[in-house]
């Protein structure tokens, strides 16, 4: 069964940077072909969908929230999508998720705070 692991998550005061994780494994050769994304949900809000990804990494979508700051990519010879977050702001503090291959990880904290 696939299973998606998110890392890289902390506190960074704003303006910094932190870079998000997400591992597949399981049927892990289902990652290739499957496009990827990254969601967040902060506390009281909705979860909303901050960036995708297709399977081979060629096109992306963002947030307007985050376009020009985030950058998503991945590397399909280590079944991980990753989220560079740059610039970062005290509203980008959530829960964020990576979504795939019809699961959800569980989860890693990002807060931004000075």
């Known amino acids: 069964q696939v299973q998606l692991v998110e890392s890289g998550g902390g506190s960074v005061q704003p303006g910094g940077s932190l870079r998000l994780s997400c591992a597949a494994s399981?049927?892990?050769?289902?990652?290739?072909?499957?496009?990827m994304s990254w969601y967040r949900q902060a506390p009281g809000k909705e979860r909303e969908l901050v960036a995708a990804?297709?399977?081979?990494?060629?096109?992306?979508n963002y947030a307007d929230s985050v376009k020009g700051r985030f950058t998503i990519s991945r590397d399909n010879a280590k079944n991980t999508v990753y989220l560079q977050m740059n610039s970062l702001k005290p509203e980008d503090t959530a829960v964020y998720y990576c979504r795939g291959i019809g699961k959800w990880g569980p989860g890693t904290q990002v807060t931004v705070s000075s």
């Open positions: 399981g049927f892990a050769f289902a990652f290739s072909v499957n496009p």
């Open positions: 990804i297709n399977s081979v990494g060629g096109s992306t």
